[in-house]
């Protein structure tokens, strides 16, 4: 089918978001001037005054399912809301609010005297479904604690991948399109001088790769893209040695290091993320009560806080609809009853890099970690002879011998796998991207502009929707024919 012949978007019963067509001017701001703070000029806090801190992220996401009432694109919390009879969709209005509410929270918080601080993750998918629902009263809100410099030093957003891909199975030219859509789509609700203020990455289910060469394209991409951090699940990461990271590293920035088939390298900050019933220990600010049994650590040649990392849904489970609100203000209380505490300090993950940044500590500074399993490939295949050739014989060698190895990449849990049992989703995968990146890979490399294009962002959407992790993650059945239905339409359209 020739370019000039491709269904016009309306054909697919949806109004585009705005997943790309400005790659330069986006790669322009989130590159120019990298290394400048963005929170060191606004922050109100001290490096000499803490010696440990908690920095707390909440993960926001509804997937794009194509169940309107003609079969149209729509967000999830649009089905839950039009069919209140099935499952737990009555929850629909509580989802609503859990969206919106820091937007409340934190002018509160603010206007009581307290110091607050938060990270907001959320996938392109849902804010789309904001705009498709009509949802301005969310958008607002969020709007005004990110956008309104009175805000601005207590809210940081982390980006992610656009359609809430995981990572390790997501084929690899897709990486960088993810990362960007969601740039693009971020900058054309909340605008681009707070696209500038994100440097920190959430991974979707907190899903690192440890295949070589997927998690140097990843951090290549996120690189590319403007990111200084990544969150990254302990587990998910080992020493250069092969063993786990010692208890005092997971408090501590990391220097993630990855190395390809090729021999080359790259390398990112990775704050530690630890382990436990997520949203659980983020509703009942566990991660504060962690933090004041904690001091500082050397780092370097200096000492410096601790700081305690977590991330949960935003909106899952009745602790995060009920007690989170309830303990969120309740330790915010505390905290401005105890101004002189210097354990247990509120902080984001770019203001606590910064703040070490201002004290003089180097990226060099920071000890080393690879992805979990890199170990054993490393002790098989020997560096001044590396080839892809060989990576590979070495991985096929331990998944014969090792029960307990794996290139499935590491997540949020360990029983989980997002590859076994679902080829009938990861195949179709595979063809689309194939096809989507036959069609445009050298359309695009010839006239950049057509990313611009509506049909170039129709045949994007659709790919990047079928890699939506929830087609795996709920299971077999109506989520698979989910998929099924996207993956045809992606490929009636290229």
Known sequence: MSQATLPQPQSIGVKLPYISGS??????????????????????????????????????????????????????????????????????????????????????????????????????????????????????????????????????????????????????????????????????????????????????????????????????????????????????????????????????????????????TISITALIKTQGSDTKLVAQMQPYFEAKGRGKQQLGSLNVPSLVSQIADGENGGVMMNEYPRDFFRINYEIRGNQGEKAGVALNGTEYLELLDGAGLKFEDYPVCQAVNQHKIWQKVSSDAMTKAKVEEAIAELKQTDCNFHMDGASWTNNLSWVAGYENVLEPMQQLSAAFHQKYDSLVAENPNITRQPQYQAALLHNLLLQTSCFRYWGQGAWTDYAREIYQRGMALL
């Open 23 to 264: 790659e330069a001017k986006i790669n322009a701001l989130v590159n120019h001037n990298h290394n400048q703070p963005i929170f060191l000029p606004t922050t109100n806090r001290r490096i000499e005054d803490i010696t440990s801190g908690f920095a707390c992220a909440l993960h926001m996401h509804q997937p794009t399912i194509p169940a309107g009432a003609n079969g149209e694109l729509i967000c999830n919390l649009q089905y839950m809301y039009e069919h209140q009879g099935e499952g737990d969709n009555h929850n629909a209005d509580p989802f609503a609010w859990c969206y919106q509410r820091m937007g409340e929270f934190i002018p509160q918080l603010v206007a009581e005297g307290c110091n607050p601080r938060i990270m907001l993750d959320y996938s392109g998918n849902l804010l789309w479904g904001f705009e498709q629902m009509g949802r301005e009263d969310i958008l607002q809100k969020l709007k005004n604690i990110t956008c309104n410099p009175q805000y601005q030093p207590y809210v940081e957003w982390l980006g992610t991948m656009w359609s809430h891909a995981v990572v390790p199975s997501t084929p690899i030219p897709d990486l960088k399109l993810h990362i960007q859509a969601w740039q693009h789509h971020f900058a054309s609700i909340f605008g681009y001088d707070a696209l500038k203020r994100v440097k920190g990455f959430s991974p979707p289910e907190m899903h690192l790769p440890n295949h070589p060469d997927t998690l140097y394209e990843y951090i290549k991409a996120l690189k590319e893209c403007g990111y200084r951090w990544l969150l990254v699940q302990e587990h998910s990461v080992e020493c250069l040695d092969g063993s786990g990271l010692p208890q005092d590293r997971k408090y501590l920035p990391n220097r993630l290091i990855a190395r390809n088939s090729q021999g080359e």
